[in-house]
């Protein structure tokens, strides 16, 4: 896997001005929850760790990652929040749902960014093996809900400044 040349925990230092006024919606799929339950704490430690108050953000789950367009559509319509952060983790070795799953998130979610122009990021594991999720959702390889969020972050930030 591409990810193993790097760790996903690994970022430059970012400063969000006006970070308390940021809300983050984290919907996280409920399908390997162990994995995702990992990701989901990895995101929402890097958003307070970067000044987004526990209250603005708003942490939902849906039953699989297939529902995670849906999941960010109704909460980026409740909430209005400055980005919607998708975490999932679908085992291609196992399934080969997986395609069509990580498709259809990848083109909703993208469909949603443009659509709403806010950062809905996928942040979805796509591992052939469960030792892999295991290193990508605090293993050896960092932690991927710690990269989605801080790639929400960085789009904010862009967002506020142009
Ligand atoms: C059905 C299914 C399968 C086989 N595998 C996964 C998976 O590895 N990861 C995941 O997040 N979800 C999986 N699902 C569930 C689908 O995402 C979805 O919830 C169902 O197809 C119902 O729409």
Redesign the pocket.
């Known amino acids: 896997m591409a990810s193993a040349l790097k760790n996903l925990s690994s970022h430059r230092a970012l400063t969000l001005n006006g970070a308390s006024n940021v809300r983050v919606c984290v919907v996280v799929?409920e399908?390997?929850h162990k994995i995702t339950g990992a990701l989901s704490r990895g995101a929402v430690s890097t958003l307070l760790d970067h000044g987004i108050k526990e209250k603005n953000i708003l942490v939902h789950t849906v039953?699989?990652?297939?529902?995670l367009t849906l999941g960010a559509s109704l909460v980026n319509q409740k909430y209005k929040p400055d980005a919607v952060i998708c975490l999932?983790?679908?085992?291609t070795g196992?399934?080969r749902?997986?395609e069509y799953?990580c498709n259809a998130v990848a083109q909703g979610l993208t469909i949603l960014s443009l659509q709403h122009q806010i950062p809905f990021i996928f942040g979805v594991l796509t591992p052939d093996t469960q030792k892999q999720a295991e290193e990508r959702s605090g293993g050896k390889h960092g932690n991927k809900g710690i990269e989605a969020a801080m790639t929400a972050l960085e789009l904010i930030k862009l967002k506020k400044s142009l």
Do not use: D, L, Q, R
């Open positions: 799929s399908w390997n039953p699989g990652s297939f529902e999932g983790c679908v085992i196992e399934t749902h997986a799953i």
